[in-house]
């Protein structure tokens, strides 16, 4: 064991070495990652430096540094070399953006395989996959809505994380609607009738339904976020881990911002005191 030991530190102290060693760390446990928008303000900040636990939802196919460039063939299919769990409701998730796999995001997950979505400004409704009684079990009566038969949970995450917010400022569903006609939404307009109309639309809201194996990710700055309402949902070949830790933090004006760094965002996100 001691000579074992003595060969991995004098490896370890090679150029050779340290490579592979950083490389394995970067392909196999964690990446840095750093948060370049406000979608999920207040929960992580421009400026906030974090590392990515790439284990979290079994092993991705590695890809080289700032290249990009996948190191082994994709055999499975699904964009990992070891499955594992699935992203799970409310989990802020790191992947790769649909349009562009080079680029990284990151934002919350809000509903899994077979959810249905509906949006309305500033009202986020979600009918979960295992049904009504699911629904009635887990959530309190003031936030279910009945809608085409079925119990829908309106902002189901906004108790739960404190950064979740909307901006009163912003009509995004007017902003949708200029998507929609220039066909870059990637949900559907719909008439609800439960749902209060919009005065000078023919729809009252925008519906969608989760595909097999994939996610719905929205930003936690919910008016201000470039996300699955637009692109669609991310498959699981795209999911990259979920943040650790932010190991350094500055504002736009470069001062450091000493009460986040260190800070695990597994427990932050829960902290009335971050938001």
Same mark, same amino acid.
């Given at each position: 064991?001691?000579?074992?030991?003595?060969?991995?530190?004098? #490896?370890?102290?090679?150029?050779?070495? %340290? /490579?592979?060693?950083? *490389?394995? @760390?970067?392909?196999?446990?964690?990446?840095? +990652?750093?948060?370049?928008?406000?979608?999920?303000?207040?929960?992580?900040?421009?400026?906030?430096?974090?590392?990515?636990?790439?284990?979290?939802?079994?092993?991705?196919?590695?890809?080289?540094?700032?290249?990009?460039?996948?190191?082994?063939?994709?055999?499975?299919?699904?964009?990992?070399?070891?499955?594992?769990?699935?992203?799970?409701?409310?989990?802020?998730?790191?992947?790769?953006?649909?349009?562009?796999?080079?680029?990284?995001?990151?934002?919350?997950?809000?509903?899994?395989?077979?959810?249905?979505?509906?949006?309305?400004?500033?009202?986020?409704?979600?009918?979960?996959?295992?049904?009504?009684?699911?629904?009635?079990?887990? #959530?309190?009566?003031?936030?279910?809505? %009945? /809608?085409?038969?079925? *119990?829908? @949970?309106?902002?189901?995450?906004?108790?739960? +994380?404190?950064?979740?917010?909307?901006?009163?400022?912003?009509?995004?569903?007017?902003?949708?609607?200029?998507?929609?006609?220039?066909?870059?939404?990637?949900?559907?307009?719909?008439?609800?009738?439960?749902?209060?109309?919009?005065?000078?639309?023919?729809?009252?809201?925008?519906?969608?339904?989760?595909?097999?194996?994939?996610?719905?990710?929205?930003?936690?700055?919910?008016?201000?976020?470039?996300?699955?309402?637009?692109?669609?949902?991310?498959?699981?070949?795209?999911?990259?881990?979920?943040?650790?830790?932010?190991?350094?933090?500055?504002?736009?004006?470069?001062?450091?911002?000493?009460?986040?760094?260190?800070?695990?965002?597994?427990?932050?996100?829960?902290?009335?005191?971050?938001?």
């Amino acid at each position: 064991m001691k000579k074992f030991l003595n060969r991995f530190y004098t #490896f370890s102290n090679s150029w050779t070495g %340290t /490579i592979v060693i950083v *490389l394995f @760390v970067i392909f196999f446990v964690a990446q840095a +990652f750093v948060i370049p928008s406000g979608s999920m303000i207040k929960t992580l900040l421009i400026g906030d430096h974090l590392f990515v636990k790439k284990f979290s939802y079994g092993v991705a196919t590695p890809h080289l540094p700032w290249l990009e460039i996948p190191v082994f063939p994709d055999l499975k299919g699904n964009g990992h070399i070891i499955e594992g769990d699935r992203p799970q409701r409310g989990d802020i998730v790191v992947f790769r953006y649909p349009k562009d796999e080079k680029v990284h995001y990151v934002k919350r997950c809000v509903a899994t395989e077979n959810d249905e979505i509906l949006f309305q400004e500033k009202n986020l409704y979600i009918h979960f996959s295992e049904g009504d009684a699911y629904i009635k079990e887990n #959530f309190p009566p003031e936030k279910i809505k %009945t /809608i085409a038969g079925k *119990l829908w @949970v309106n902002n189901p995450y906004i108790e739960k +994380f404190h950064g979740i917010h909307y901006d009163d400022a912003i009509n995004l569903f007017q902003q949708m609607t200029l998507h929609l006609s220039a066909n870059q939404l990637a949900m559907k307009p719909a008439q609800v009738q439960e749902l209060p109309s919009i005065s000078g639309y023919g729809f009252n809201a925008f519906y969608t339904k989760v595909e097999k194996d994939s996610y719905f990710m929205m930003g936690d700055n919910r008016d201000h976020s470039n996300d699955s309402r637009f692109w669609g949902s991310v498959p699981y070949k795209l999911i990259v881990g979920k943040p650790w830790f932010i190991y350094f933090s500055w504002d736009d004006e470069y001062k450091i911002r000493w009460n986040r760094i260190g800070r695990f965002i597994e427990t932050m996100q829960y902290d009335e005191s971050f938001f």
